[in-house]
């Protein structure tokens, strides 16, 4: 009888790895599979690192603020250098209509208790003396908020996840499942055959296709960002 795995994460991306490591933790049997050759080299290795709580949404803001905990104590938790800063989060206002959106989403962010603020376009000049001031208006400010590498702690969690125990395979694109009475058993790959009824779908923007080789239709829709 081949091994089953209490847990196959499909997608050793910003979710999957640090999923991984948190049940290879508990003590649960983990399996991470990526069609790529190493961890992270999805949007994980595309993002710029910022950690922000400034969103309009509660559930991020929750989420978020519990990130925040989470980075800022990362290096005491678990000793890896992941280059947590501090350094705040702003966004700076340049036309009548965007500092009108950004005041009115601030009254909303405030309500929810986050530190942000508005800083006249002489005080935001003096906190970031690179900006460009030609039409600056001003800009939020959220001090709490900061940075890391996305590469560092994606790396931290991966052989945090495998010193716990989790097994990962690479260079696997997932075709399809074994599908039972409904259930998921076993996840495919090109070249191999990996057995769970537990399966996280964490292939990012890849997601919808993933729902779809398990014929679920869920509206994952993905959109561009520009670094
Ligand atoms: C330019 C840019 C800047 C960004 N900046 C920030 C930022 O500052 N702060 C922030 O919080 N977010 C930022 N983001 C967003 C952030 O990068 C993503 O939200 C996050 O990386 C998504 O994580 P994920 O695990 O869902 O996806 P990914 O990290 O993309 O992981 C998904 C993984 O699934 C794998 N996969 C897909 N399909 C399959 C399959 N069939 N079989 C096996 N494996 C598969 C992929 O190879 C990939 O490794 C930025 C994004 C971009 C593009």
Not at 50 to 61: E, N, P, V
Not at 131 to 154: Q, V
Request: hydrophobic residues 35%; glycine residues 10%.
């Amino acid at each position: 009888m081949n091994k089953s795995y209490d847990l196959i994460v499909i997608g050793a991306g910003s979710i999957g790895v640090p999923v991984a490591m948190e049940f290879a933790k508990k003590g649960q049997s983990v399996l991470v599979i990526d069609s790529l050759s190493s961890p992270g080299q999805g949007q994980d290795k595309k993002a710029i690192g910022g950690i922000r709580a400034t969103h309009s949404d509660r559930g991020k803001i929750l989420v978020c603020q519990r990130s925040i905990e989470i980075f800022s104590h990362w290096k005491e938790l678990y000793g890896d250098e992941i280059q947590w800063k501090s350094n705040g989060y702003s966004f700076p206002a340049y036309t009548e209509k965007d500092e009108d959106m950004l005041r009115d989403l601030m009254k909303i962010q405030q309500s929810f208790g986050l530190n942000i603020r508005w800083l006249s376009r002489e005080e935001y000049r003096e906190l970031n003396p690179g900006i460009s001031i030609k039409g600056l208006r001003g800009s939020t400010y959220s001090p709490e908020d900061g940075s890391a590498s996305p590469l560092l702690f994606t790396q931290s969690c991966y052989f945090k996840a495998v010193e716990y125990g989790a097994e990962s395979r690479f260079n696997e694109p997932v075709v399809g499942f074994t599908i039972e009475r409904g259930k998921i058993t076993s996840v495919k790959t090109e070249t191999g055959v990996y057995h769970s009824a537990n399966v996280l779908n964490a292939a990012g923007a890849y997601a919808r296709g993933v729902y779809k080789l398990a014929g679920i239709v869920i509206p994952v829709n993905s959109d561009s960002h520009e670094a």
